[in-house]
């Protein structure tokens, strides 16, 4: 079982570039989660995957969408990019919108 | 209003010796109770989660966490810390509310230990 992968593993972009970050579940996954860490912040939610629709949102702005495909893995894509978008993109799967998430190792998002 | 507080930012502890990661939260809905360790540069991995039943939870690696309803907190705790549990420490709490689950994350605990 490959886990959670997500890519690409780094990126550079540059302000008002768009960009579109990658997921894949664990295996027998059907639900995909999306997260923003900051540097020294913990992780915030961006929204939930479920059956390919958004089921829940944080409060991020309509830059960040998303997309679930039949097979259940995820992109995330964020339009307009600002310096402010410097993360680490964290996804997580989980069983039927479950409670026990499994990480991805992330994407290190960097604008300039 | 509903939050998660981790009071400690950075918790440095000799090796050998106990340590205690504090988590409380806020909240007037039911809760479901997480931590997460994260290596550097690496993703989350789940620690232990409070769901139901009985309040005290353990880990495979000797960490338990206890939920407190009335002080509202989810303490990590392990009474002898080794080298290589040197990481940051998340707590994350699923607030049950109309039907959807948000997972809020505290800000993190860096927990040194020192040989």
């Known amino acids: 079982d490959a886990g959670v992968t997500q890519s690409p593993t780094h990126l550079i972009k540059t302000r008002g570039q768009q960009v579109t970050l990658r997921c894949s579940p664990k295996?027998?996954?059907?639900?995909v989660s999306w997260y923003q860490q900051a540097l020294g912040q913990g992780p915030q939610f961006i929204f939930q995957?479920?059956?390919?629709?958004?089921?829940q949102r944080g409060n991020f702005p309509d830059r960040f969408s998303g997309h679930q495909f039949p097979n259940y893995s995820s992109e995330l894509n964020v339009n307009a990019l600002l310096l402010g978008d410097s993360a680490l993109y964290l996804c997580?799967?989980?069983?039927?919108?479950?409670?026990?998430?499994?990480f991805g190792p992330g994407t290190r998002l960097t604008v300039l | 209003a509903q939050s998660v507080t981790q009071l400690d930012s950075q918790v440095p502890v000799f090796e050998e010796a106990p340590v205690e990661l504090r988590c409380n939260y806020s909240?007037?809905?039911?809760?479901?109770l997480f931590w997460y360790v994260q290596y550097p540069n690496q993703g989350l991995q789940l620690l232990l989660k409070?769901?139901?039943?009985?309040?005290l939870v353990e880990s495979i690696n000797g960490f338990e966490a206890e939920f407190n309803k009335s002080q509202t907190s989810f303490h990590l705790r392990k009474p002898s810390v080794h080298i290589s549990d040197t990481a940051e420490y998340f707590c994350?709490?699923?607030?049950?509310?109309?039907?959807?689950?948000?997972?809020?994350f505290g800000i993190g605990t860096k927990l040194q230990v020192i040989p």
């Open positions: 995957y479920y059956e390919e629709e958004e089921r």
């Open positions: 994350a709490v699923i607030f049950h509310s109309g039907g959807y689950q948000k997972v809020t």
């Open positions: 909240s007037s809905v039911s809760v479901y």
């Open positions: 997580a799967s989980s069983w039927d919108r479950g409670n026990e998430q499994f």
């Open positions: 409070y769901l139901s039943g009985s309040t």
């Open positions: 295996s027998g996954h059907d639900t």
